[in-house]
């Protein structure tokens, strides 16, 4: 048994969903039929049930890169195979606005922390370039295609803190192609590499960090998080 996700083998799915707040893990579960609690131990709850008959599990993964690389890295212990996480950013474009979807391409994080400690300095100082699977991103914007539903790619900025950005890092950040910000994408897309799990991710915008706009809560943003839940379920049973 992991450390930190008390599940025992079968427990958990080859398809997981993964987001950072377990009231968000609460509310997506009640799409999934036959649903059990896998998990509460520290907080990373976790349930497993059914979407359109195919076994899924909805997992915690906290909030930041350290907490995240526990979860997915215990995930795969347990089995997890194709992994999308499913989340909220803040936007880096001024044309995005509150609610809009975002499936990220890449990654770019800040050189140090969670991502360097895994690769080390061995690639001649050159920083890792952290990427999706191809196939599960593909599936994941045909989903939302099905649905008519409008969405963007983007690189996004993953970053280890969340109230440190300031005004003329987020204008560079732009200016290099990133139009989000969140804290765990480039840490999943890097173990997902690492450890040959498909990985993929869905983005609400939550606010605007360029315009300084209010940041939503998630009972604001909860119609959102479900119809991109129902993308995010629909694409990852289908992979």
Do not use: W
Request: charged letters at 20%; proline letters at 2%.
């Amino acid at each position: 048994m992991p450390a930190h996700i008390h599940a025992k083998d079968g427990d958990v799915a080859d398809n997981v969903v993964i987001c950072g707040d377990p009231a968000r893990v609460e509310a997506l579960s009640k799409l999934l039929d036959s649903r059990k609690v896998i998990n509460t131990n520290r907080g990373f709850l976790a349930y497993t049930g059914r979407f359109n008959g195919k076994i899924v599990t909805i997992a915690t993964h906290g909030i930041g890169q350290p907490s995240v690389a526990i979860v997915i890295e215990e995930l795969a212990q347990l089995g997890a195979k194709n992994m999308i996480r499913l989340g909220t950013c803040g936007g880096l474009d001024p044309d995005l606005k509150v609610g809009d979807f975002a499936i990220a391409t890449g990654a770019t994080y800040s050189y140090g922390g969670t991502v360097t400690q895994y690769i080390g300095a061995s690639l001649s100082g050159l920083a890792l370039a952290t990427a999706p699977n191809f196939e599960l991103t593909r599936r994941l914007a045909a989903e939302l295609e099905s649905m008519k539903v409008k969405f963007i790619f983007t690189n996004t900025y993953s970053s280890d803190s969340f109230y440190s950005l300031k005004d003329d890092m987020a204008r560079e950040l732009a200016a290099y192609g990133n139009k989000i910000v969140e804290m765990e994408v480039a840490t999943l897309f890097m173990l997902g590499s690492i450890k040959k799990i498909k990985t993929a991710s869905l983005l609400v915008v939550s606010d605007n960090v360029i315009k300084h706009t209010k940041l939503f809560s998630h009972e604001e943003l909860e119609e959102r998080v479900t119809l991109a839940g129902k993308a995010v379920l629909g694409a990852i049973t289908k992979i």
